[in-house]
């Protein structure tokens, strides 16, 4: 069993930048892909990135392509987000997961352990 448990969301004016992590426990932190997901007021939870296990590679969602960065230290069994220009519509809760599916996945159902989430807030 693998618990998750993100920090560093918090208010932010738009161009600004946070840094989330999530520091896993439990299990054995390189097994798994690690993701991050969040979900905006009234809309579904939905893809931001994800890294490999083992670090070397990595896939960002279009919409975050080129601002956030996604990346890993498995020696402090840690996952992190790197979020630089936020945008008003960037706000939303964080999660982070880790899939033991070795897919590099999206899907949200290949995801084996899900964090309770981490609020961003961007003011205009």
């Known amino acids: 069993q693998v618990q998750l448990v993100e920090s560093g969301g918090g208010l932010v004016q738009a161009g600004g930048s946070l840094r989330l992590s999530c520091a896993a426990s439990?299990?054995?932190?390189?097994?798994?892909?690690m993701g991050w997901f969040r979900q905006a007021p009234g809309k579904e939870r939905e893809f931001v990135a994800v890294i490999m296990w083992s670090g070397d590679y990595t896939t960002h969602a279009d919409s975050v392509k080129g601002r956030f960065t996604i990346s890993r230290d498995n020696a402090k069994n840690t996952v992190y987000l790197q979020m630089d220009s936020l945008k008003p519509e960037d706000t939303a809760v964080y999660y982070c997961?880790?899939?033991?599916?070795?897919?590099?996945?999206?899907?949200?159902?290949?995801?084996?352990?899900w964090g309770q989430g981490t609020q961003v807030t961007v003011s205009s």
């Open positions: 997961a880790a899939s033991a599916a070795g897919l590099l996945t999206r899907l949200q159902t290949s995801y084996n352990y």
């Open positions: 439990g299990g054995t932190f390189s097994r798994y892909d």
